[in-house]
C-alpha cells in the first residue's frame, strides 16, 4: 500500500515518551461524505493514515501503539461498512507483512475476535503469528473492543478458574484483560472534532492524557502526531499525587 507521505524524522528528540499511545480514528465518514465519496472511501483512507502514524510511531520509538478499527457498538452500522471494515482486516492485515518485517512492527489484537468473520479471524492469527518475535513498536488493532465488554469478558475469565471465594481486586481485573502484557494507555489522541472516549481502553486510560484534534484522521501524518507527543511532553501527570 503506497502510503505517499515520508516520516517527517529519522530521529527520535523526545525526552518525555508516552510507553502507549491509543488512538480513536475517528472521521473517516466525514472526511468522504465531504467529498461525495461513500464512506468506505474514508476507511481506506484512515486505513492509509493508519499505516503513516504506525511508521512515525516506529522511527520515533513509541514502544505500544493502539488503533480503535472497530468497536462493540459498531455493529450498528449499515452491512455494507461492516462489511467493509471486516474485509479490511481479513485482506490488508497480513498483507503488510513486509512493511511490518522492514520496521520490526509486531501485531497484536484486542477485542472479542469471537465474532468477526473467518477470514477475519484467520489473517489476525496469521499476522500475530508471524510477527510475534519482532521487538519494535507493537501495534495493537483495537477490533470488536469495547472497554465495558473488556472488563465484563476479564471478570468471567476469572470466575471461571476462580477455586475460593478471594474477591475481585484491580490486580485480577489487569491479570484478565486481554493483553495483561501491555502497559496502560499513557496518550490518547482523538482526531474528527469530537470530545469522548467512545468505551476506548476504559480500563487502561484510567490516567490516561487525553488530546482531541478537528483534524480527520484520513488527514493524519507524522507531522500530527509529533504534535501530540510535544503536547504529551508538557503535561505533568501526577496520578492522583501532587505537585513535586
Ligand atoms: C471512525 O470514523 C472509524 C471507524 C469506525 C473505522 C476505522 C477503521 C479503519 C481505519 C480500518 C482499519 C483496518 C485495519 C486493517 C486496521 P467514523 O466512520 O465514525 O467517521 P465519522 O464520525 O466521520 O462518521
Redesign the pocket.
Known amino acids: 500500500m503506497d502510503t505517499s507521505k515520508e516520516p517527517s524524522s529519522t530521529s527520535n528528540d523526545y525526552d518525555v515518551l508516552p510507553r502507549h499511545v491509543g488512538i480513536i480514528?475517528?472521521?473517516?465518514?466525514?472526511?468522504a461524505t465531504k467529498r461525495s465519496l461513500p464512506?468506505t472511501a474514508?476507511?481506506w483512507e484512515?486505513?492509509k493514515a493508519?499505516k503513516r502514524v504506525t511508521l512515525e510511531a516506529s522511527v520515533i520509538g513509541i514502544p505500544y501503539i493502539t488503533?480503535y478499527?472497530?468497536?462493540t457498538e459498531?455493529w450498528k452500522r449499515s452491512t455494507q461498512e461492516v462489511a467493509y471494515?471486516m474485509d479490511?482486516?481479513a485482506t490488508?492485515?497480513f498483507g503488510e507483512l513486509d512493511f511490518y518485517t522492514k520496521h520490526n512492527i509486531r501485531v497484536l489484537t484486542r477485542g472479542d475476535l469471537s465474532k468477526l468473520s473467518e477470514p477475519a479471524r484467520a489473517a489476525i492469527e496469521a499476522t500475530e503469528r508471524a510477527t510475534r518475535e519482532f521487538t519494535g513498536t507493537c501495534v495493537i488493532?483495537a477490533v470488536n473492543h469495547g472497554g465495558q465488554d473488556e472488563i465484563v469478558r476479564a471478570v468471567n475469565r476469572w470466575l471461571a478458574v476462580r477455586t475460593s471465594q478471594e474477591p475481585c481486586t484491580l490486580e485480577t481485573i489487569r491479570t484478565y484483560c486481554d493483553l495483561p502484557q501491555v502497559p496502560p494507555v499513557d496518550l490518547i489522541v482523538r482526531p474528527?472534532c469530537e470530545k469522548r472516549l467512545s468505551n476506548f481502553l476504559l480500563w487502561d486510560s484510567a490516567y490516561a492524557e487525553l488530546i482531541f484534534y478537528d483534524t480527520?484522521?484520513p488527514d493524519w501524518g507524522p507531522k500530527h502526531l509529533r504534535l501530540a507527543l510535544d503536547e504529551y511532553a508538557k503535561r505533568a501527570r501526577r496520578f492522583g499525587g501532587v505537585p513535586t
Not at 480514528?25 to 472526511?31: A, H, L, P, T, Y
Request: glycine share 18%; proline share 0%.
Open positions: 480514528m475517528d472521521g473517516n465518514g466525514r472526511w464512506r474514508g476507511h484512515g486505513l493508519a488503533f478499527a472497530f468497536s459498531n471494515i479490511l482486516l490488508r492485515l488493532i474528527g480527520l484522521w
